[in-house]
């Protein structure tokens, strides 16, 4: 688990600088650009990790898990300090590009929490992936919020510090290396193989079928080998049932809409309250987010177990789903509280305890923390859901690699196609005097709409995807899947 708070911490890290980063920039001319450059960074990430995650997962299958999350961790470790000495958009751009390529140790965290887990532990196992993400994510908004230009921030720590000087985003790009450090340390001496496969044997006597095992107990403990892997009976194409592609592709649904959420939120954060943003600085930005994690912690240990064990993981994908269209349509008018506050709202404590104690002041940061814990809790109940759901519809462990691999390609594609259409449609929406929607609601608007379109493609599909389907021979598959089609007509 310590090797998957890497990619989270380096994802986030840049969140509650990016808009200052990016507005000092040169290629910028118009301060309502920023918005949109700010995606293209936010979106070279995800082009990269999305057109190479199917890669990183059919070459965990091959090589095993072990290599991939490790290489994984060295390019986060490398790269996110190439990114803290960025001095012009080109050099960040093709930094946070880099990042992208070397993701692919989520592919293979997935595949082995799948190989080392049985019905009993599975879904609290899948639970601590988006659990140590968010915390991830928390730790990355806070050390991004808090350890931005220290010369400035800290003068008397690093007043005198002249790498801080003329790198002011460099502090918070070392220590999210650190922690990748940590995982490549532990991932070396601690990660176990467990891509070790049972070779193709056909029994001397008995003539085989679709039930019969192709090896013994005792013959797969002696010819075990970690480089003689057995293939996966299926080809590409049979695992691509309906069901499947109908989750992938509400999956993908989802991607887009919240990308536009974490897009947007700390750009919306940190715009001046008339352009419809909420007029926050970074530090505030990163207790926000730091919040978040703090909810996440919270809802994967205690709550999500419980909901998925009473309702199964479909169900709570169908309700956070459900839970994100709420987030994503009432969210905008907090701006509406921010502008009535005034300055106060820029105090979090206080120089002027009048502001601060005032009514609008506590309905804005109330409304706030309503806001995003409703938007953690969906975000909790609809990826640990798709994961675990991803997982049991792959019909072997040989399939996990392409499938998980699949699922996160859809998904850092969505990603990308909602990071950059975000940011576009924020920026001209807050350039122009359109009502509702086409004001600065939305992109909200749009994905919350989005999200409902995706609840309502999750309703076909049937309860038996809440089952783990790996050693399922072809007929039980097809049969699932003819329920499927049975129940959309």
């Known amino acids: ?92 751009l093709v930094a946070r590009s880099l990042n992208g390529l070397f993701t692919g140790n989520t592919i293979a965290i997935k595949s082995v929490i799948a190989e080392i887990s049985d019905d009993t532990n599975r879904p609290r196992m899948m639970a601590m992936l988006p659990l140590m993400w968010n915390l991830g994510t ?44 940590f995982g490549l340390v532990v991932g070396y001496f601690q990660l176990e193989e467990t891509l070790v496969v049972k070779p193709s044997t056909v029994p001397i006597s008995g003539a085989a079928s679709e039930t019969t095992l192709l090896v013994s107990e005792a013959q797969s403990e002696e010819g075990r080998c970690a480089v003689n892997i057995r293939p996966s009976p299926y080809s590409k194409w049979d695992i691509l049932t309906p069901t499947v592609i109908r989750i992938l592709v509400t999956n993908a649904i989802v991607c887009v809409a919240v990308a536009m959420h974490n897009q947007l939120y700390p750009i919306v954060a940190a715009t001046d309250v008339v ?88 309905l804005f940061w109330g409304f706030l923390i309503i806001q995003l814990y409703i938007r953690m809790l969906g975000d909790t109940l609809a990826f640990t859901s798709v994961n675990l759901l991803a997982v049991n519809i792959a019909p072997t462990k040989a399939d996990f ?55 309502y493609m999750t309703l076909p599909i049937p309860d038996s995807v809440n089952i783990f389907a790996s050693g399922f021979n072809k007929h039980s598959r097809t049969t699932s899947d003819n329920e499927s089609t049975n129940t959309s007509s």
């Open 1 to 92: 688990m310590a090797v998957r708070l890497a990619e989270p911490i380096g994802m986030t890290l840049i969140l509650p600088f990016m808009y200052q980063m990016v507005g000092g920039f040169d290629i910028v001319r118009n301060p309502k650009d920023i918005s949109f450059y700010a995606s293209l960074l936010l979106t070279s990430f995800t082009v990269c990790k999305a057109a190479t995650s199917v890669h990183w997962g059919i070459l965990s299958d091959r090589i095993g898990r072990r290599p991939v999350i490790l290489i994984g961790l060295l390019g986060n470790l490398l790269t996110f300090v190439l990114f803290g000495v960025s001095k012009s958009f080109t050099w960040a």
């Open 138 to 181: 928390m730790l990355g908004g806070a050390v991004g919020g808090l350890f931005v230009d220290p010369v400035k921030k800290y003068p008397w720590l690093f007043g005198n510090s002249a790498l801080f000087h003329e790198y002011p985003y460099l502090l918070p790009c070392l220590v999210a290396s650190t922690a990748s450090f």
């Open 275 to 362: 352009d419809g943003g909420l007029g926050m600085d970074p530090q505030r930005i990163g207790y926000t987010l730091t919040l978040c994690g703090v909810f996440v912690v919270f809802l994967q240990l205690t709550q999500y177990p419980k909901l998925e064990r009473k309702y199964g993981a479909l169900a709570c994908y169908r309700r956070g789903i459900w839970l994100l269209v709420a987030f994503s349509t009432t969210l905008p008018f907090l701006s509406i509280l921010a502008a009535r506050a005034g300055n106060s709202v820029e105090h979090l404590t206080g120089f002027n305890i009048t502001k601060v104690l005032s009514p609008e002041f506590c």
């Open 401 to 455: 690699g392409f499938v998980n691999g699949l699922q996160q390609q859809i998904a850092m594609s969505a990603y990308m196609v909602g990071t950059l259409i975000s940011g576009y449609l924020w920026s001209w929406s807050i350039k122009h005097s359109f009502p509702y929607p086409f004001n600065s609601h939305f992109v909200w608007v749009l994905g919350g709409v989005s999200l409902a379109a995706s609840w």
